[in-house]
């Protein structure tokens, strides 16, 4: 039973996604790994470095006009 676990954001599926997260623990900055272009990002927030990790995030839809090279 699925009931239990509150759904705040519409019927968006999600998945786990490759993010960068802040290593500045009074930080909560974070972006998905996605939108990073190098290999060593800052955070934008605070400036200090980031690590890789995963989240759950609502899946997006691939607007990125970078994504579509064929
Ligand atoms: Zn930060």
């Known amino acids: 039973m699925y ?8 019927d968006l599926p999600e998945e786990m996604t490759m993010i960068w997260s802040c290593t500045n623990e009074k930080c909560n900055g974070w972006m ?7 290999a060593q990002p ?13 989240k759950m995030l ?3 839809a ?5 994504q579509t090279k064929n």
Request: with cysteine.
């Open 42 to 54: 800052k955070c934008a927030q605070c400036n200090s470095f980031m690590e890789k990790g995963e």
């Open 32 to 38: 998905r790994d996605n939108f990073v272009f190098l």
């Open 58 to 60: 609502p899946v997006l």
């Open 62 to 66: 691939n607007t990125s006009p970078n």
């Open 3 to 10: 009931y239990s676990r509150k759904r705040l954001t519409s």
